[in-house]
T-cell receptor, first 115, second 116 residues
Framework: DTGVSQDPRHKITKRGQNVTFRCDPI?????LYWYRQTLGQGPEFLTY????????KSRLLSDRFSAERPKGSFSTLEIQRTEQGDSAMYLC?????????????FGPGTRLTVL | AQKITQTQPGMFVQEKEAVTLDCTYD???????LFWYKQPSSGEMIFLIY??????QNATEGRYSLNFQKARKSANLVISASQLGDSAMYFC?????????????FGTGTRLTVIP
């Protein structure tokens, strides 16, 4: 399977703990995106990488959130001092980065529950 | 600012029948792309179809077609010959050419249920 993969698929944590999620994009894709999806809503953009450079961050990405893509391949999203409002599905997507018809392909997501 | 509106929270369709899922959008950018994704209960967003704002013809991909009406700012998804496996959430999304051109804006989705 050469699709986008995410790990873990589910994470339950207590409020105040730190969590880290991993995303492995499709190998030839140089763009990687993180989205957050809460119940009953569509995904909302968090941040985007072109290779290893983080080029765009949403206002949703508070200072408790940090994302990295150190070698331009896999990416990690860390949430520090988790809050109950952080409970959501965290989706990763990747794309080639071509203009116009560039299509983002999504992974299965990591469902975070903060108790 | 970009906005996607999906006014149908839920839709039902008989197996083998066609169904149209509505999507309207708002943007001031002259160039944009419209996407439809399917999200089964497993959570993964599955790309279905793409329509560019300058495309002259409506996009088609197998049983999926996009009814693009630019003047009305609508991009409805048509699924023909519905199958039980089509039961899922369906999201319309847009990528504009201006600021934030690298991310997708999603609607709130429509839950489609196919009845045997």
């Amino acid at each position: 399977d050469t699709g986008v993969s995410q790990d873990p698929r589910h994470k339950i944590t207590k409020r105040g703990q730190n969590v880290t999620f991993r995303c492995d994009p499709i190998s030839e894709h140089n763009r990687l995106y993180w989205y957050r999806q809460t119940l009953g809503q569509g995904p909302e953009f968090l941040t985007y990488f072109q290779n290893e450079a983080q080029l765009e961050k949403s206002r949703l990405l508070s200072d408790r959130f940090s994302a990295e893509r150190p070698k331009g391949s896999f990416s990690t999203l860390e949430i520090q001092r988790t809050e109950q409002g952080d409970s959501a599905m965290y989706l990763c997507a990747s794309s080639f980065g071509l203009a116009d018809t560039d299509t983002q392909y999504f992974g299965p997501g990591t469902r975070l529950t903060v108790l | 600012a970009q906005k996607i509106t999906q006014t149908q929270p839920g839709m039902f369709v008989q197996e083998k029948e066609a169904v149209t899922l509505d999507c309207t959008y708002d943007t001031s950018d002259p160039s944009y792309g419209l996407f439809w994704y399917k999200q089964p209960s497993s959570g993964e967003m599955i790309f279905l179809i793409y329509q560019g704002s300058y495309d002259q013809q409506n996009a088609t991909e197998g049983r999926y077609s996009l009814n693009f009406q630019k003047a009305r700012k609508s991009a409805n998804l048509v699924i023909s010959a519905s199958q039980l496996g089509d039961s899922a959430m369906y999201f319309c999304a847009m990528r504009a050419s201006g600021a934030g051109a690298n991310n997708l804006f999603f609607g709130t989705g429509t839950r489609l249920t196919v009845i045997p």
